[in-house]
């Protein structure tokens, strides 16, 4: 029976050893006996129930990925390849923002104006680019296959949440006091614009659902689009995370590249999805911020086209990592 | 003196079926639970069961052609048949206000 096979996978790749054995070993056995000993007509409801008992065993479970420990070589691995590629990534983005007329005209001391102004911005833009070389940092170890899932997952949810709070707080926050900094003695400090606001501040503003002119400006559609754009940039460390791992899990000949070429190939996938995206919401007259979309419905259609492609098992000592 | 662990409804249902028909598998006890204990849940219950001490399984030989994983048969150890014990007796006696001779 394919199906209880393929649950079975699925629970080794997934669960640890004991919960395997304890748990859904005996929930595929009994599954396994039912569908053999039921008459032909029965087969397809019993095949539903057992792969429904599945899945909600499997829901009821999940808590337990999470709670995997991680192993210290692998964590601190996967640390230091992010904390070394947002330095310099988001360094080399900076070097623009500091070059910049607006920021030369200012007096405000270099040190501050990269600390609050440039750096923030940079990492958030490269953050989740070093998401790549962090599935590698963890696809790499010797670790049980389950417990390199288990990390990726981790992986997944810290930086969509390290993706909001940067975004949505701190990032608005040390701009907005760059700003104040700035602000030669005398003049009004200029109170934040959409960029500076928090999430929050934006979700409740109270401009945000008055009416939105598409091809025009407008205060609404800005918010709108402000929002969407956070959203967006949120989802996709996620996304990335998982189009590697897809990758490294689907090896043909020439795929996946290195992650350093791979990097630079999603980078240039999503930011000229992100152009193409904008282009069609101006021509198509799509409500503001839709066009922010498209780089995540190309990833995600890439990812899915490439579980289609039959796997190239190469660990043939651990199908269970392929 | 140890704190009586604890056993929740779910447990006590299995430990009591269990005491009943000496060994089950997971789907014979959803069968003989009358829709009280759901198949997606009880095999992680047994699972729990099993880490606690309360229970001790083994796989069941597989019949003479059959293919697949062999099923896994559950039967209550000492300890659960003890505290199943030591819970009815609480309850007894929370019932009868201390007083075995109103049972």
């Known amino acids: 029976m394919a ?7 699925f629970a080794s790749r997934w669960f640890d050893d004991a919960t395997v054995r304890h748990t859904l070993e005996p929930l595929i056995a009994d599954w396994q006996r039912e569908w053999h000993t039921a008459p032909p007509s029965r087969r397809a409801w019993t095949s539903v129930r057992g792969a429904a008992a599945f899945a909600c065993a ?5 808590p337990r990925i ?8 692998i964590g601190s691995r996967v ?3 992010i904390a070394l590629f947002c330095l310099i990534v988001g360094g080399l983005l900076s070097i623009p923002i500091l070059r910049s007329p607006d920021t030369r ?9 990269l600390l609050l102004l440039a750096l923030p911005v940079g990492i958030v833009m490269a953050f989740p680019f070093a998401m790549v070389i962090a599935v590698d940092a963890i696809r790499r170890s010797d670790a049980a296959a389950n417990v390199e899932r288990a990390t990726v997952v981790k992986l997944a949810i810290a930086a969509t949440l390290f993706m909001v709070l940067m975004q949505g707080v701190i990032a608005p926050f040390a701009n907005q006091r760059w700003r104040e900094l700035s602000t030669p003695p005398g003049w009004t400090t200029p109170p934040p614009s959409f960029g500076e606001s928090s999430t929050w501040a934006l979700l409740t503003h109270p401009e945000r659902h008055t009416a939105m002119v598409p091809r025009n400006y ?8 402000q929002l969407m754009s956070r959203m967006v940039m949120s989802i996709v460390p996620a996304l990335f995370v998982w189009l590697r791992w897809t990758a490294l899990s689907h090896r043909r000949r020439f795929w996946p590249p290195p992650a350093g070429l791979m990097t630079v190939l999603v980078a240039v996938m999503f930011f000229g999805t992100a152009v193409l995206g904008f282009r069609l919401e101006y021509l198509f007259l799509l409500s503001p911020g839709t066009g922010a979309w ?6 995600l259609l890439f990812g899915v086209a490439q579980q289609c492609v039959e796997p190239r098992r190469l660990d043939q000592a651990n199908p269970a990592k392929t | 003196m140890s704190d009586l662990p604890r056993l929740s409804n779910t447990e006590r249902l299995i430990i009591e079926l269990l005491m009943d028909h000496q060994e089950l598998f997971g789907l014979r006890l959803v069968e003989l639970s009358d829709g009280r204990l759901k198949r997606g849940t009880v095999y992680v219950t047994l699972g729990r069961m099993q880490e606690k001490g309360y229970l001790e399984s083994r796989q069941e030989p597989l019949p003479p052609g059959g293919i697949g994983l062999p099923r896994r048969l559950y039967r209550p150890t000492g300890l659960a048949m003890r505290i199943l014990a030591a819970w009815k007796a609480a309850e007894q006696i929370y019932i009868t206000g201390g007083n075995p001779q109103e049972a």
Do not use: K, N
């Open chain 1, 105 to 113: 005209w200012v007096d405000t001391p270099l040190p501050v104006t």
């Open chain 1, 58 to 62: 499997v829901v009821v479970l999940s």
């Open chain 1, 218 to 225: 407008t205060r609404a559609g800005e918010i709108r689009r």
């Open chain 1, 79 to 81: 640390m230091t390849r």
């Open chain 1, 66 to 73: 999470l709670l995997t420990p991680t192993p210290r070589a």
């Open chain 1, 294 to 299: 498209l780089p995540v419905a190309v990833a």
């Open chain 1, 3 to 9: 199906l209880t096979s393929r649950a079975l996978a």
